[in-house]
């Protein structure tokens, strides 16, 4: 179990708990935080999961497949912390992660 | 007086529609009838992980069951639509209760076409569509069963990767003289027969199952066109998926290859629309009217249906996509390989990552990728953008395939 702290990307904050082995995007999916797709229901397919790992926390979470970083070339409005959601597998290492979303998925 | 929007059918379009009005603030009732007693979930999941028993089906849900309380949707769960009276703008239901509507989403999917042949009714038959399918067929697909799958296409391959790890002796039979002949090229479906038979899979193409053999009322071995019999413990029926349109025929809706819609979702009658794997639409990428059995399509359609619904009418014109996971290799496409004049493949087979792309007049109307995915992303972009392409850069994976979207 995690509490994950979901900013949209007008600014509103949501902490959640997350169970362990379920996925950062299936926490936000799970409580109804906008801001997240995830068209193909976390197969890496769409691109549609995309946030940004707060800095303090981006060393702290695996290191991203090929696959992942292949997908995420193509999503809107790149950063350095940027990540699949789909792809991060919540921990009690993450308790206390903070994700912001993008503008727009699409 | 408040308006009352009923959407029939409780799957991926009928859920995302739901969504969809309430983000697009509609304010009046919105109703969700969904035959199965689940309340809406992922389909693509069930002949893959779901199946493999790596995903338990709690996390197959698209949203979370306070998602309709918090947004006012009211489920009908296990529940079906018997008819619709368009004029009195009323649906009966299988709960003997009539439902009024002021407007309705026809979002009835598909189910699996039926296998016609002797011995169809025998027991140790299956077919994967719903999640109570894949629950009666998952405690079958254990180490040392014979597992034969009738259908080359994605459903029976995907089964057939998931069987073949699971340690059941594989056999597929398809009609067509290669597999997922419908949906991919040629290189991509001999690259996909090769990699089954290294898995250990029996695969018959140009193969036709005559018959099903039983004893005792169940299932022994499928009968082939070859005079040959596999020898079977269950057999799995992946030969496509009929349009759930008798509802829609039967209120008077214009149908064809499903419920008939124009290019905003809307049927022959003002007050009823359609969308998802149901609905026979006009789409630019095939040049005319398509019906396309997708999550894509699903969830798109039904952004632009719901929208529709509430007056706000944009024409559907998203790029298909579609995926398929075996083994360890994604299969992703994009774009619709029709009218094309040429392919283009880029990477070797060998290598276990190429893409084939399809072009007409020197435009990338659709692309199929294994284990690609900047292909497949690059892909997407040319296909939406209509970009000129040089076919012999896209040829030569020393050329960065992102240069290629720069124009």
């Not at chain 2, 979370?64 to 703008?89: E, G």
Request: with cysteine.
């Amino acid at each position: 179990m995690a509490k994950i702290t979901y900013i949209s990307h007008g600014g509103k904050e949501t902490t959640v708990d997350v169970p362990d082995g379920l996925t950062v995007m299936e926490g936000a999916i799970r409580n109804s935080i906008d801001g997240i797709d995830a068209d193909c229901g976390g197969a890496c397919a769409c691109a549609t999961c995309h946030v940004y790992v707060d800095p303090a926390w981006s060393p702290k979470i695996p290191a991203k497949s090929e696959m992942e970083d292949s997908m995420l070339d193509f999503a809107v409005d790149l950063q350095p912390t940027s990540r699949l959601s789909c792809q991060i597998k919540v921990t009690a290492a993450l308790d206390g992660m903070i994700v912001r979303m993008p503008k727009s998925q699409h | 007086m408040s308006e009352t929007f009923v959407i029939i059918g409780a799957g991926q379009a009928g859920c995302q529609a739901a969504a969809t009005l309430r983000s697009e603030h509609f304010t009046g009732d919105i109703v969700m009838i969904g035959d199965e007693a689940q309340p809406p979930y992922q389909r693509p999941p069930l002949s893959k992980k779901y199946l493999m028993g790596e995903l338990a089906a709690p996390r197959l849900e698209l949203r979370p069951r306070k998602f309709y309380d918090d947004q006012n949707v009211t489920l009908k769960l296990a529940t079906r639509a018997l008819s619709i009276d368009t004029r009195a703008h009323r649906i009966t239901l299988s709960d003997g209760t009539s439902q009024p509507y002021t407007k309705v989403l026809l979002a009835t999917g598909t189910r699996a076409r039926p296998l016609a042949i002797p011995g169809a009714d025998l027991t140790g038959i299956f077919y994967l569509r719903t999640l109570a399918d894949v629950d009666q067929l998952r405690p079958q697909v254990a180490p040392g069963k014979r597992v034969v799958l009738l259908g080359g296409g994605f459903i029976g391959l995907e089964v057939a990767a998931v069987a073949a790890k699971l340690g059941c002796a594989v056999t597929v039979v398809e009609m067509a003289p290669r597999l997922m002949g419908r949906a991919v090229s040629d290189v991509v479906s001999k690259f996909y027969l090769d990699e089954h038979r290294k898995a250990g899979v029996t695969v018959y193409l140009d193969t036709a199952s005559v018959a099903i053999e039983g004893a005792n009322g169940a299932a022994t071995g499928v009968k082939l066109s070859t005079g040959d019999t596999v020898p079977a413990d269950i057999v799995l029926v992946g030969i496509g998926a009929l349009p759930n349109d008798e509802l829609a025929k039967a209120a008077g809706i214009a149908c064809g290859n499903g419920i008939m819609v124009d290019e905003f979702g809307c049927t022959s009658d003002p007050d009823v629309f359609a969308a998802g794997d149901c609905a026979d639409h006009p789409n630019p990428f095939a040049k005319g009217r398509f019906r396309l059995e997708s999550v894509q399509n699903a969830i798109d359609q039904a952004k632009y249906a719901a929208k529709a619904m509430m007056g706000n009418k944009i024409a559907y014109h998203e790029v298909p996509w579609f995926w398929s996971d075996q083994y360890d290799l994604k299969l992703q496409m994009a774009g619709l390989a029709i009218g094309y004049d040429m392919t283009v493949q880029r990477g070797s087979t060998d290598a276990r990552s190429f893409s084939v792309f399809y072009l007409e007049n020197g435009r990338v109307i659709a692309v199929e990728t294994v284990n690609a995915i900047p292909e497949y992303m690059i892909g997407r972009k040319l296909i939406a953008a209509k970009t000129h392409v040089d076919p012999e850069k896209l040829a030569d994976p020393g050329v960065p395939i992102k240069t290629l979207a720069e124009g």
